[in-house]
């Protein structure tokens, strides 16, 4: 856990996964580890997996949750740099693949591993992760933002609460109703997608399986929840870890869309950064462009 710069490269999230989704599909964790002097100082998490009938050697805990991959490294490693410990592993790796194809999809171009891999590997695309960093105050931040998103915000908030009693709660593994909270994000999606598409796994339980573990088991999970008389109209899968919130799903219920329930707990979610002081807010992997109405930050 101490070597991760990010929740997917935990040891607790590449469990979760495996125990789910990994060993449901038969996926087979291959993992080179560099030791020196008895310590181990770089872990190259990958896995062999088979998507769509292909067989492909992803990092473990993906393809399809996880929205930043790297290796593990110790930098103050005297004998090996990790230029070098990125080449062995491949090499390691490809002698382990059999058929599969290496695909390494979201790395970050900040990550440990981007420049070894640039040299030995063939960009397949490339596209952003953006993120809102918290700095000053929420009310600033909205200003910031313009006068539109300012007043849209807060006329749809107020339209709501003119409706009933408006809820706005982030729940961890122990606050009662975050497993119903998960619930809902499942219900949306399911009624929002008449069929398993690709913009959403929770057609598939074994996904569900993970993101319910993620949420009631794993301490870093988070679900935050809007509701309108105590039922939920808005509800969104987070992951808090070193003061970084992720978000991972967010859904509504298409009966409230006149009120922007989506836009409202995007909103709301990061004024709870603010709050909190969780620092950054990342919406992760992907160029949706509701992301970019509350940040013009990427990477």
């Known amino acids: 856990e101490s070597g991760a710069d990010h929740i997917f490269q935990t040891y607790a999230y590449a469990a979760m996964w495996q125990r789910t989704v990994g060993d449901a599909g038969r996926a087979h964790p291959i993992i080179v580890t560099l030791r020196e002097g ?11 997996v088979k998507e769509n009938g292909v067989s492909l050697l992803v990092w473990l805990g993906g393809p399809k949750t996880l929205d930043y991959g790297d290796v593990l490294f110790d930098a103050g ?3 090996t740099s990790i230029d070098d410990f990125v080449g062995e592993s491949l ?4 002698t382990r693949a059999g058929l599969a194809a290496l695909y390494l999809m979201n790395v970050r171009e900040d990550a440990r591993a981007i420049a070894p ?74 009624a929002r997608y008449a069929a398993p598409l690709a913009r959403t796994n929770l057609f598939d339980e074994r996904y569900v399986a993970f993101r319910r573990q993620q949420v009631t ?37 298409a009966m409230f869309a006149t009120e922007s329930p989506g836009f409202l707990i995007h909103g709301l979610v990061i004024r709870a950064c603010f709050e909190n002081v969780w620092d950054p807010n990342d919406f992760c992997w992907g160029n949706e462009a509701h992301k970019y109405r509350w940040t013009d930050s990427e990477v």
């Open 117 to 190: 891999l640039r040299a030995r590997l063939r960009t397949f695309k490339v596209s952003t992760a953006p993120y809102v960093p918290i700095v000053g105050t929420w009310e600033e931040y909205l200003v910031s933002r313009g006068r539109s998103l300012r007043k849209s915000f807060n006329r749809k908030l107020r339209h709501l609460q003119a409706r009933g009693d408006v809820e706005f709660k982030v729940l961890g593994c122990d606050d009662p109703g975050v497993g119903s909270g998960l619930d809902c994000i499942v219900h949306f999606q399911r």
């Open 38 to 48: 008895g310590r181990v100082v770089g872990i190259f998490p990958a896995c062999r």
């Open 217 to 253: 088991v794993e301490p870093s999970g988070r679900i935050a929840m809007l509701t309108l008389d105590g039922k939920c109209v808005a509800a969104s899968l987070h992951a808090l870890f070193r003061g970084r919130l992720y978000n991972l799903v967010t859904s509504f219920d």
């Open 91 to 94: 090499r390691l790796l490809d």
């Open 77 to 79: 490693s005297a004998r």
